[in-house]
Nanobody, 122 residues
Framework: QVQLVESGGGLVQAGGSLRLSCAAS????????MGWFRQAPGKERDFVAA????????YYADSVKGRFTISRGNAKNTVDLQMNSLKPEDTAVYYC???????????????WGQGTQVTVSS
């Protein structure tokens, strides 16, 4: 079984950057398509970005396209989310997720990380 642990969250000013990292344990990591989701207080958990098992294809929510980049390093069992030009509306708890099918959706996720807080100030 795979377990996911996020890191890299924190407080940043609008226009700044953060890089989130998700570390996976378990030797089946490269069988999972990976994704990032986020949830703001009082709102549902929303899709942010996804990457295929080999990392050759990516998909982004329109709200982050051009600003965020998802990547994975299968040899290191990691998936990262580089976030640039951050806006206050990006403030949320960010979750790493793994799925055994494509596309990655909330209802297809099999493994969730515990989440990491990202706060963007004005």
């Amino acid at each position: 079984q795979v377990q996911l642990v996020e890191s890299g969250g924190g407080l940043v000013q609008a226009g700044g950057s953060l890089r989130l990292s998700c570390a996976a344990s378990g030797r089946t990591f490269n069988n999972y398509a990976m994704g990032w989701f986020r949830q703001a207080p009082g709102k549902e958990r929303d899709f942010v970005a996804a990457i295929t098992t080999t990392g050759v294809s990516t998909y982004y929510a329109d709200s982050v396209k051009g600003r965020f980049t998802i990547s994975r390093g299968n040899a290191k069992n990691t998936v990262d989310l580089q976030m640039n030009s951050l806006k206050p509306e990006d403030t949320a708890v960010y979750y790493c997720a793994g799925a055994l099918s494509w596309p990655v959706r909330s209802d297809t996720v099999r493994i969730w990380g515990q989440g990491t807080q990202v706060t963007v100030s004005s």
